[in-house]
């Protein structure tokens, strides 16, 4: 079944609750076993209120995942799918996403992004009890504000098995049109399971301080099998770039076709023309193209590792080429005119009052130290900080509801770092974001937000080695 039917068939109903124990659920994917099962049941006595819930069942479990012309990799999976089943809503409905845990350990899933209620956000020990084997969760929350998020596993380095997927809000009015969108996400591919930065052996000898992936794909798809976005020559097409992976930042651009950004993280921007864009692990943006150079061309990421750039095809169906010349790749790769978050401008942004709070952090980090979230007692790890302290090690930051919050990040260390805020958006240059990244070497980012949604949240890099490393923070809000 193809996203677009999938939308179609979710389901809709009125008065969900008063169905009682009665189970709806929305499964997907091609395996027989995950088909869409719904369980109907008459609504016993009048609906409470008309609200439309998409219902979703993920089932975490241990899984094989075919790589053409690779092999085969056991994961850990969302319904048999990597990357996870593509999860939509238009704004304003509900979602109810219902957990199962097959896997061996405990698990739980946060939804990235998505500025939701406190106790549905996903992180074991501070907002919720880990999911146990066996066990099962009903995440449930309102879908909005509109946009592209991601979802994945927020136990230790398990989004790094495969527990990672897309979820889109869409907009009930958009400030762009288009007449065809797909959702392109990129992966960084382990063949086994993670370990800690340090903890492992390079081929060579040595420590490992390079998670060892082994290939780079676009919609799960390696560069020599790639997967095929067909379009028509005069439309307008609206790319949704999600980056799911553990710990890659790409540059993505596309053969003979500029980028019109529209949004980053989900919120709208003035649209904007450029070659190419950086996007980091737990970042979004969404291009549009307009479709006036027929034939097929490259679309291709590529990351500053060792490995051949992601990459898919754009193919014009009034064209009779099919594929791009061989090992072709987009100009905007190396040249061009390259994205700077500072040229973007929000259509939706806030006003601002001056900060009543200000943390000054220094990211630094790449030692090897004792520990680390995840290492048995005793062994080596890479440690990163902030204001040389790691994380279970670190102080709160400590908030009040009502202020505005300011961020200054100062990055001392070799490598870059995507800062996430959970639960909220701040504000970054001229834009609405929730991920955004400190460049290298001295690299100084001010964020900025409002204080509107109490709880106890995290602050992170989402380079998730990092994060095990100690590169977090606790965002607590004290009682007023
Ligand atoms: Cu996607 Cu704590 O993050
Ligand atoms: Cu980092």
Redo the contacts with the bound molecule.
């Keep these: 079944m193809d996203r677009r039917t999938f939308v179609k068939t979710a389901i809709t109903h009125l008065g969900a609750l008063a169905m009682g124990a009665e189970l709806s659920t929305a499964a997907f994917g091609n395996q027989e076993k995950y088909q869409r099962e719904i369980v109907s049941a008459p609504l016993q006595g009048p609906p409470a209120q008309t609200e439309s819930v998409r219902d979703y069942t993920l089932l975490a479990e241990p899984a094989r995942f075919e790589i053409p012309s690779r092999g085969i990799f056991k994961k850990w999976l969302y319904n048999g799918e990597f990357p996870g089943p593509e999860i939509r809503a238009g704004e304003g409905e509900r979602f109810r996403l219902i957990v199962k845990n097959n896997l061996p350990e405990g698990t739980t899933i946060?939804w990235?992004g998505i500025p939701l209620h406190n106790s549905m956000d996903g992180?074991p020990d501070i907002t919720q009890p880990a999911i146990p084997p066996g066990g099962n969760f009903v995440y449930e929350f309102g879908a909005a504000p509109s946009g592209n998020y991601?979802y994945?596993s927020?136990f230790g380095l398990q989004a790094e098995r495969g527990l990672a997927g897309p979820l889109i809000i869409e907009e009930r009015r958009s400030h762009i049109q288009y007449d065809r969108e797909y959702t392109v996400t990129l992966n960084d591919f382990l063949s086994g399971a993670p370990v800690p930065l340090g903890m492992g052996m390079k081929a060579g000898g040595g420590p490992m301080v390079a998670p060892p992936y082994i290939v780079l794909l676009m919609n799960g798809r390696p560069p020599e099998a790639p997967a095929v976005f067909s379009i028509k020559s005069g439309e307008r097409v609206r790319l949704r770039l999600i980056n799911l992976s553990g710990a890659t930042i790409y540059r993505i651009a596309i053969g003979g076709h500029p980028l019109i950004v529209t949004h980053t993280d989900g919120r709208p921007v003035e649209p904007l023309r450029v070659d190419a864009l950086h996007l980091a692990p737990?970042e979004r943006y969404d291009v549009l193209l307009e479709a006036k150079s027929p034939g097929a061309w490259p679309i291709a990421a590529s990351s500053d590792n060792e490995l051949p750039p992601a990459r898919a095809v754009l193919r014009y169906l009034d064209s009779n080429e099919t594929m791009p010349r061989e090992g072709a790749l987009p100009e905007g790769l190396t040249g061009g005119q390259l994205l700077k978050l500072e040229d973007l401008r929000g259509t939706d942004l806030p006003e601002m009052r001056k900060p009543n709070r200000t943390f000054n952090f220094t990211l630094a980090g790449g030692e090897m130290k004792p520990g680390g979230m995840m290492s048995p007692a005793g062994m080596m790890t890479q440690q990163w900080t902030m204001n040389g302290q790691a994380y279970p090690n670190a102080d709160p930051m400590e908030i009040h509801q009502g202020e505005v919050v300011r961020i200054r990040l100062d990055n001392q260390s070799a490598m870059p770092h995507p800062m996430?805020l959970?639960g909220h958006f701040f504000r970054v240059g001229n834009v609405l974001k929730d991920t955004a990244i400190v460049w290298t070497h001295s690299k100084r980012v001010e964020l900025d937000f409002i204080a509107n949604n109490s709880g106890s949240w995290?602050f992170?890099c989402?380079n998730l080695y990092h994060?095990d490393g100690g590169m977090m923070r606790l965002v607590r809000y004290l009682p007023t």
Excluded: A, K, Y
Aim: charged share 0%; aromatic share 0%.
């Design positions: 946060h990235h992180v991601l994945h927020h737990g996430h959970h995290l992170h989402h994060m």
